[in-house]
């Protein structure tokens, strides 16, 4: 039994550090430029099924470095030209254009890699069990957790001290102020945008090795990220991290006892949140 | 001159009106009258939703759960209660509208993204329950095993099995539900709403009760989607957990702005619109997914104001 918790824990943080990877991307964008981008989880496919196309000629580590780079770049091509366009406008639009953009990514990667999900090869040294006992510590499932957790720290220091996070920071406070300072504000919400975009990238590629690829798995991995948003509190990158650690955690423990509620648990978890807690539990009141 | 204005004031409903209720007459091909009622049941939704849209200018994203609780609320009464129709729409809309009011208090404090995100959320709860509680609901494959019963007057009996009669009740329901939202908005409350979308806070300063108004606002909006779902799964004498999924959610939101936010009648027109076109490149190819994309695209990128809106602006020019 404790094995099988423990096994479940950790199922759970890894479910989490997905969630977290693609929920930070999303608060990235929203908090500067209060976009939805309903299509995070397009983009998390596209980077899964890049590094599917890549894995044959440059190998596994070499689609982990350039898939997401190329999703990132997707990215930046349809900030420039679509999303761009609205920014100032009633949010509603920006929600439905990313919407249907979800609805294109998700029928074009049908259209292009089938609707089957597709096999992925995981260099064997990473496969492997390390402990007999411990049949779950697959080298594969430590290496996403570590992954994910640099990435996620790499991120924040970013944000801390480079000048590009010191202006999204600054930014996510006050753009009109930034761009009287003399940044260019296009550009950092397109670069912004850009960045959000490769961790969606990324946590494809890393959840493609674990689960396979299917076209589908961006509208089912959307949802639980936007209630990790919600749960840690809008405009809180540290809050979405602990959101999604959460949300993972407590719906891999659930799936033990109560198989039938593995996903209504998070919203029940998000209701309980916002009845104490309106905002999130990091959430402060002013910007959204 | 006054007999001018109240012309082309009334004539466009008029018209309107003519072409709903001698539908069956001209769209008699087979299958084509259930088309007809499919577009007055979602465009009723989509009308609906924008009592909170267009009309008190709070962003929701999940109507489609409060429509598929509507739509299983019908159906599991059919199935599971009583032969009835009549009680099978009221149950429909009760569960719907209640389980709105009680959802209503945890997001109304919340504006704009976030008042969108929370209902999408929020909306997913119902589309697992429905697709994990398979002894009740059938799952993923649906709730089958009922079909709608005919309505007894008393006086009569009408046989609904007949998509024309069935047509007919849909327009009826239509006619009484599109009635009252009119009342409502043209209300005072219905002004409050109003004054609510153009300025919360000069509302505030008002006296007007914004959280409390947008509650009723939520709620009558959800209890009207939630009619909507009721006549949905009659007319297909079928529910599955799609109809709660958020994707449909998003249908009813381009509905409503294909058509038009700001009017009363958009709605139904971008209702029309949508369920012709997808219903025609559903039929040529199976990529219609990524055309209905598109379709969200376009309309965001070169017609956000809607049909109804461009006219508006053409006549106002």
């Known amino acids: 039994m404790t094995q099988l918790i423990l096994f479940n824990l950790f199922n759970g943080l890894i479910v989490g550090a997905f969630y977290a990877l693609m929920a930070l991307g999303l608060s990235l964008i929203m908090n500067l430029t209060g976009v939805i981008n309903f299509a995070h989880g397009g983009f998390l496919a596209l ?25 990132a770049f997707l990215g930046l091509i349809v900030e420039r030209f679509l999303i761009r366009r609205l920014y100032g406008h009633d949010p509603l639009y920006s929600l439905l254009l990313t919407f249907g953009l979800a609805f294109i990514i998700e029928d074009g990667t049908r259209y292009i890699w089938g609707a089957q999900a597709v096999p992925y090869e995981v260099p064997a040294a990473l496969t492997t069990p390390l402990s007999s006992d411990y049949f ?18 790499a991120l924040f220091v970013i944000l801390k001290w480079t000048r590009l996070g010191m202006r999204i ?8 102020t930034v761009s009287v300072l003399g940044v260019n504000t296009a550009i950092l919400r397109n670069l912004n945008f850009g960045l959000g975009i490769y961790l969606a990238g990324l946590a494809g590629v890393l959840a493609a090795g674990q689960l396979g690829v299917e076209p589908t798995i961006g509208s089912s991995l959307i949802m639980p990220s936007f209630v990790s948003i919600i749960v840690g509190g809008l405009g809180s990158l540290p809050g979405t991290l602990l959101g999604g650690l959460t949300i993972g955690v407590a719906s891999s423990l659930t799936s033990v006892f109560f198989p039938s509620a593995t996903e209504a648990v998070m919203y029940v978890i998000m209701a309980l949140v916002l009845l104490v807690r309106p905002r999130g539990l990091f959430g402060q009141e002013g910007r959204f | 001159m006054t007999n001018n204005g109240s012309l082309t004031r009334y004539a466009p409903s008029v018209i309107g009106w003519i072409v709903l209720v001698s539908l069956p007459e001209w769209i008699n091909a087979v299958g084509y009258t259930d088309l007809g009622s499919r577009v007055v049941i979602l465009g009723l939704a989509a009308m609906a939703l924008n009592f909170l849209l267009g009309h008190t200018g709070v962003l929701s994203f999940g109507h489609a759960a409060y429509f598929g609780l509507g739509a299983y609320g019908a159906g599991l009464t059919l199935r599971y209660l ?13 569960i719907g509208t209640f389980a709105a009011m009680l959802i209503g208090p945890l997001i109304i404090r919340l504006r704009g993204v976030y008042f969108a995100m929370v209902t999408i959320a929020f909306g997913q709860i119902f589309y697992f329950i429905a697709f994990r509680w398979n002894t009740v609901t059938g ?27 069935f047509y007919y009740l849909t327009l009826v329901v239509f006619a009484v539900a599109t009635a009252i939202m009119a009342k409502l908005l043209a209300s005072p409350f219905g002004r409050s ?27 009558v909006s959800c209890g009207f989607v939630s009619i909507a779902g009721a006549m949905y799964a009659l007319l297909n004498n079928f529910v599955d957990p799609r109809a709660l999924h958020w994707s449909q959610s998003g249908t009813f939101v381009i509905m409503a702005v294909l058509g038009g936010m700001r009017s009363f009648w958009g709605p139904l027109i971008g ?7 997808q219903d ?14 598109l379709v969200f695209v376009l309309v965001v990128l070169f017609f956000p104001r809607g049909v109804l809106g461009m006219l508006g602006r053409r006549s106002a020019t």
């Not at chain 2, 009583?82 to 009760?94: D, F, K, M, Q, R």
């Not at chain 2, 505030?204 to 939520?218: A, E, K, T």
């Not at chain 2, 209702?271 to 076109?277: D, Q, W």
Request: glycine share 10%.
């Open chain 2, 82 to 94: 009583a032969p009835s129709t009549g009680l099978a729409i009221l149950v429909g809309t009760g």
């Open chain 2, 280 to 293: 025609y490149l559903s039929s040529r190819t199976s990529n219609w997914m990524s055309l209905v994309g």
């Open chain 1, 136 to 153: 779950f510590l697959t080298g594969y499932r430590l290496f996403m957790v570590a992954l994910a957790a640099i990435s996620v720290i």
């Open chain 1, 47 to 71: 980077g899964g099924y890049l590094a599917y196309t890549l894995i044959p000629y440059v190998g596994f580590w070499g689609a982990l470095l350039v898939a997401p780079v190329l999703t």
């Open chain 1, 169 to 176: 920071r600054a930014g996510t406070l006050d753009l009109e």
């Open chain 2, 193 to 219: 709403l109003l004054a609510i979308r153009e300025n919360e806070r000069r509302a505030l300063f008002l006296g007007i009760p914004v959280n409390l108004r947008i509650w009723l606002s939520w709620t």
């Open chain 2, 271 to 277: 209702s029309a619109i949508y369920v012709v076109l």
């Open chain 2, 139 to 165: 799952g993923d494959d649906g709730l089958t095993n009922w079909t709608r019963q005919p309505i007894n007057l008393g006086f009569a009996t009408i046989d609904l099995k007949d998509p024309v009669a």
